[in-house]
């Protein structure tokens, strides 16, 4: 089974607009760690938010927020007020306590529709 | 903080050349680096986990002999590109963790090489 699954290869959203983009892991190990990354088109990979598995609040930085439902096994991630510069691929990720592996999700691509 | 530099960006060579492509950590100790090939569009795929000090931990179907990898100090990690051919082209970035917990700790990405042989 895929540890990190992002059903959304492609999202739209118009700017100043809010935009949801999915991920839902899969783990047995009750200590992970989940992140979201951002990847624009020139390559690098820019760390936006993480949120911890006995975390008990939803992780917020700036305009991202993370919305951690535990027992759906979903960490969406919320941009509110879309700019044109948050067009990009977005990454969601998995580190297990029991290892020290990074597993990505197959990415979406968010366009910000001026 | 946390500044990972990966060096060179760009690389256009010819068939047969071997590249190498360094990663540093800038202002952390990394015992253990991570390199990453990328093909457009698609996600990360990891390729071998660099440990300091001793031999690299490939991913199933990659040629150890082809990416050698070494991991030389707490601060520097290579990937060199042995006899590279043109199916070698791709996106290749590294990253790195803090020492600490590591369910914490976000892997801090170089800015990737694009390697292009001709």
């Known amino acids: 089974a895929q540890k990190i699954t992002q059903t959304q290869p492609g999202m739209f959203v118009q700017e100043k607009e809010a935009v949801t983009l999915d991920c839902t892991y899969d783990t047995s190990d009750p200590s992970y760690g989940l992140f979201w990354y951002k990847q624009p088109s020139s390559g690098e990979m820019i760390f936006l938010i993480y949120?911890?598995?006995?975390?008990?609040q939803n992780a917020t930085e700036g305009r991202y927020s993370l919305n951690f439902q535990k027992a759906r096994k979903s960490a969406n991630l919320v941009i509110s007020a879309s700019q044109l510069g948050d067009s990009a691929m977005y990454f969601c990720?998995?580190?297990?306590?029991?290892?020290?592996?990074?597993?990505f999700g197959t990415g979406t691509s968010l366009t910000v529709i001026p | 903080g946390a500044v990972v530099s990966q060096h060179p960006s760009w690389v256009i060579c010819k068939s047969g050349t071997s590249v190498k492509i360094e990663c540093r950590s800038l202002d952390f100790q990394a015992t253990t680096m991570f390199w990453y090939r990328q093909f457009p569009k698609q996600s990360l795929m990891l390729m071998a986990t660099s440990n300091e000090g001793s031999k690299a931990t490939y991913e199933q179907g990659v040629e150890k002999d082809k990416f050698l990898i070494n991991h030389a100090s707490l601060t520097l990690s290579t990937l060199t590109v042995t006899s590279a051919h043109p199916e070698d082209s791709s996106f290749y970035i590294c990253?790195?963790?803090?020492?600490?917990?590591?369910?914490?700790?976000?892997?801090?990405f170089g800015d990737g090489t694009r390697l292009s042989i001709l």
């Open positions: 990253s790195a963790s803090q020492q600490g917990k590591w369910i914490y700790q976000p892997q801090h």
């Open positions: 990720a998995m580190r297990e306590g029991r290892g020290n592996q990074f597993y």
């Open positions: 949120q911890g598995s006995y975390d008990q």
